[in-house]
């Protein structure tokens, strides 16, 4: 027999203790879960998740204008929140080139990439740790 593979682990998973009912809800039962959120902050929040979604978007799209577009924002007020994260960080997250005969181009600078890596994983992991806690302190729900 060959296993398929499948992204909802509710589907594959014994469902036996407490536990597995609160991480694999029956279908149409509504469960409560906390909701964590990890930002960097000098004097003022400067790095969150809004941030690093747009610098996602940035380097899969190659273009800062259109990872604007996409997330319903002025260019302006892109290149406000880049500036503002690159002064609070102390070194550039993009490299760009003006269009021109061969166009232009935004991709993201090595330090970013590790920016970015590291926040994602300290970002999952964080979400993680909160589920922990969440079914320690409320083991028999709200």
Excluded: W
């Excluded at 990890?38 to 273009?63: K, T, V, W, Y």
């Excluded at 993009?94 to 994983?121: C, D, H, R, V, W």
Aim: with cysteine; net charge negative.
């Amino acid at each position: 027999m060959q296993e398929i593979p499948v992204n909802d682990k509710g589907i594959i998973e014994a469902v036996e203790t407490h536990i597995d009912a609160v991480r694999y809800p029956a279908v149409g039962q509504t469960v409560v879960h906390p909701a964590v959120s990890l930002s960097f902050e000098l004097d003022e929040a400067f790095f969150g998740p809004d941030m690093a979604q747009f610098l996602r978007l940035i380097e899969h799209a190659g273009s800062m204008q259109t990872a604007c577009r996409q997330m319903n924002m002025s260019y302006s007020k892109g290149f406000k929140l880049l500036k503002n994260a690159e002064n609070q960080l102390g070194y550039p997250l993009l490299i760009t080139q003006s269009g021109g005969s061969e166009g232009g181009f935004s991709q993201l600078t090595p330090k970013a990439l590790a920016l970015m890596e590291n926040y994602m994983a300290l970002e999952k992991e964080l979400k993680e740790k909160a589920e922990e806690l969440f079914l320690k302190y409320f083991k028999e729900g709200l």
